[in-house]
């Protein structure tokens, strides 16, 4: 008589068949977000930032900008780029700070330590280098390079939850070469991470030990050598799929096409200029902006039609999409609403000097911006943690592992 385990496949299935049910009936089915409402929430949020100098809102968005990240981000090569963002968004405040420190930081009433001051040409009058340093200036350059690390930041987290390459479905057929361009410079930071992580692995599991400069010979040439060979792949994949190719096209309709995208962009520049000048005439401001905005948009619909390509499943804007893409407008809106209430509250004065304070509208607009990390669905894994097989209860009074048909065989058969 031999023992055989006991293999009961009930349990698992049955687990695992209402595990799927839970998830339609809560419609958190994992899927890969349309990569536009990844971007109007980041902007969003980035226009939120530009509103203000005062760091509590903007920590607080970072806080609800990285939350997002971890909770919606999947394992592809560009969701691991986010840390870099938050690391050039420090090495930004630490430059900033060090601006000061270095080109006069004496301007005001605290002054912290005074550095030997070197003398400068007269033709550099209004320069000083070094000399005393006070805490205004200091803190007013961590407010500004906090600002504009948290826009960088806002917009490293829509490279790391959205894919560069699905852009391409989105952008009209006119702009399909400068988006080729666009996507590609935005993929280049998470290929390059992912490349030196791959080759720290691999230099790991070889044994390799060292630091310093020797290191980072051993990394530096594979990275590049990896980065080569993916922009042999990629050029070679377009060109088989026809990038940088143009129907045959009369050139009176190229020129036609070329002037109205020119002219529409000159409208559009020439109407935004009006609108931040109050001193022109009228007519320069809205009415501009709105003629030049259409002939851009003419221009573009007419240069598209030189482009015949096919789409492969679009993406369609669902309720997610719009939810997370509202969340973005209405933070912006928020923001924006609270610098008009109150103004001195988005802009801490640094002399004298005072805590920064917030507003009900400022912890409103956080509230809507950390709402992704949940509105969203779950983004697609390529390979999902296994779920943990439930243990069968054991027997009383039984301490084998024999199948129950073994024990129970008849006298005669044994």
């Not at 952008?171 to 030196?196: D, I």
């Not at 969340?327 to 912006?332: H, P, R, V």
Request: with cysteine; aromatic share 6%; charged share 15%.
């Amino acid at each position: 008589m031999t023992d055989r385990a006991v293999v009961d496949s009930g349990p698992p299935a049955r687990v695992s068949a209402w595990s799927g049910v839970r998830s339609v009936r809560a419609g958190r089915l994992p899927r890969s977000l349309h990569p536009g409402a990844w971007w109007c929430w980041a902007l969003g949020l980035a226009t939120a930032a530009s509103h203000t100098t005062n760091p509590l809102p903007l920590a607080m968005i970072v806080a609800a900008a990285a939350l997002v990240v971890v909770r919606r981000r999947g394992d592809a090569p560009w969701a691991l780029a986010f840390r870099m963002y938050l690391v050039l968004g420090a090495v930004i405040v630490a430059m900033r700070v060090l601006f000061r420190l270095v080109f006069g930081g004496g301007q005001g009433d605290h002054v912290l330590l005074h550095l030997p001051e070197i003398p400068l040409p007269a033709w550099a009058a209004g320069i000083r280098l070094f000399g005393p340093v006070a805490a205004e200036q200091l803190l007013g350059g961590f407010y500004d390079g906090l600002r504009l690390a948290t826009m960088l930041i806002c917009l490293g987290a829509a490279n790391a939850l959205a894919n560069p390459k699905r852009l391409l479905k989105a952008v009209p057929g006119a702009l399909y070469a400068v988006s080729t361009a666009v996507v590609v410079a935005l993929s280049v930071a998470p290929q390059l991470v992912e490349s030196v992580l791959r080759v720290r692995r691999a230099r790991r599991l070889r044994g390799a030990a060292g630091h310093g400069l020797r290191a980072l010979r051993g990394i530096a040439v594979p990275v590049l050598a990896d980065a080569l060979d993916r922009s042999l792949a990629l050029a070679a994949a377009m060109d088989s799929r026809g990038y940088g190719r143009t129907a045959a096209v009369p050139a009176g309709q190229r020129a036609l096409t070329g002037a109205l995208v020119l002219a529409g962009l000159v409208g559009v520049c020439v109407g935004t200029y009006g609108l931040l000048d109050a001193t022109v005439p009228g007519y320069l401001g809205l009415p501009m902006l709105v003629a030049g905005l259409a002939t851009a948009v003419a221009g573009m619909l007419l240069a598209g039609r030189q482009v015949r390509r096919s789409r492969y499943r679009p993406d369609r804007w669902r309720l997610a999409e719009l939810a997370v893409a509202g969340c973005g407008l209405a933070t912006a809106a928020v923001m924006t609403m609270a610098g008009t209430v109150d103004p001195e509250r988005l802009y801490p004065p640094v002399s004298p000097l005072t805590w920064p304070e917030l507003t009900p509208l400022v912890v409103l607009a956080v509230l809507v911006a950390v709402a992704p990390a949940w509105l969203a669905p779950p983004a697609p894994t390529a390979n999902p943690a296994p779920r943990p097989l439930p243990v069968p209860p054991a027997a009383s009074g039984r301490t084998d592992h024999t199948s129950p048909r073994d024990t129970a065989q008849p006298e005669a058969h044994r």
